[in-house]
């Protein structure tokens, strides 16, 4: 039985928000998911469409396999790469958190960072089990593996994400906005003891530059230290007048964006837990910006 090229794709189109978040979790860069679901697509197409069962799990199970195929073939070259390593940012269609909390925490910017410390088939195995409720088959599938070990390896790979971020907790989106823009002005403003009440002891500045843009090469750590940096950030740009500085929400957490005239230079992001700030991930690796003005749908 043969079927038409307009019901592949009407399949695919009608899952590819659901397809982009798994492989975005997988890979933490929208680029490289664009190009997986790409070669993705390539394979369904192909595909006898009276031999698919289930077209979700099937679908699923295929970029899931590209993704780890990218995400290897990556892992060989991070060697190389210059400083810390973050996600991609990526600006969602829907920047409401509250619609759905574990997808809003799943593609968090700190969630990504916790699931770079686990393999590769620790990182698929999460993501499909806990994220987007796969069952063990259809994971053991996915991943190569047998049904038994993808459960063993879901056991390890959500203590150590627990051991981590401790829970999925709810996003006070009024609370977490307050306290950026809060920050900001203090920063605006060198208001130290401002900045100093609404960081974290232990925060940490961290950016990611890839050795292609200028930044601080290691994480700062420390309340004073990050904020005589913000500050510091700020008194440059009060001598730049073509610096500017917009407020948007990237991986569901507010972010600032910087521009010099129409040039964009970085952004950074906000982790605020318990009505602190934890973490401020700075963006500066041309690659990982030049994406990050389209807006993405993300499912599950």
Do not use: C
């Amino acid at each position: 039985m043969t079927t038409s090229a307009g019901e592949h794709a009407e399949r695919f189109t009608h899952l590819r928000p659901l397809l982009f978040t798994i492989a975005y979790e997988i890979l933490g860069s929208a680029t490289e998911s664009d190009d997986v679901l790409q070669d993705s697509y390539l394979r369904w197409a192909d595909v006898d469409l009276a031999t698919v069962r289930d077209t979700k799990s099937y679908l699923a199970q295929l970029v899931t396999r590209e993704a780890l195929n990218a995400l290897r073939s990556r892992a060989r070259r991070r060697e190389e790469y210059i400083g810390p390593w973050l996600p991609e940012p990526l600006l969602l269609e829907d920047a409401d958190p509250s619609t759905d909390l574990v997808l809003a925490e799943s593609v968090s910017m700190a969630m990504l960072v916790v699931l770079e410390t686990l393999t590769p088939d620790e990182r698929a195995v999460f993501v499909l089990r806990e994220v987007f409720g796969f069952d063990y088959d259809e994971i053991a599938e996915a991943v190569g593996k047998s049904a038994v070990t993808v459960r063993q390896m879901a056991h390890r790979a959500r203590a150590h994400v627990q051991s981590r971020r401790k829970r999925f907790g709810p996003v006070d989106e009024r609370r977490t906005a307050q306290i950026t823009e809060q920050f900001l002005t203090a920063a605006a403003t060198g208001d130290m003891e401002g900045l100093m009440a609404l960081l974290a002891p232990g925060v940490t500045w961290t950016a990611d530059h890839g050795g292609k843009a200028t930044a601080i090469r290691r994480p700062v750590v420390g309340a004073r230290r990050v904020a005589a940096l913000m500050a510091r950030l700020f008194e440059v740009a009060r001598d730049m007048p073509e610096m500017r500085f917009h407020t948007a929400v990237y991986n569901s957490a507010p972010a600032v964006v910087i521009y010099t005239g129409d040039h964009l230079e970085g952004l950074f992001v906000f982790e605020v837990t318990d009505d602190k700030i934890t973490n401020l991930y700075a963006v500066r690796n041309p690659d990982k910006l030049a994406g990050i003005t389209i807006p993405r749908k993300i499912s599950r």
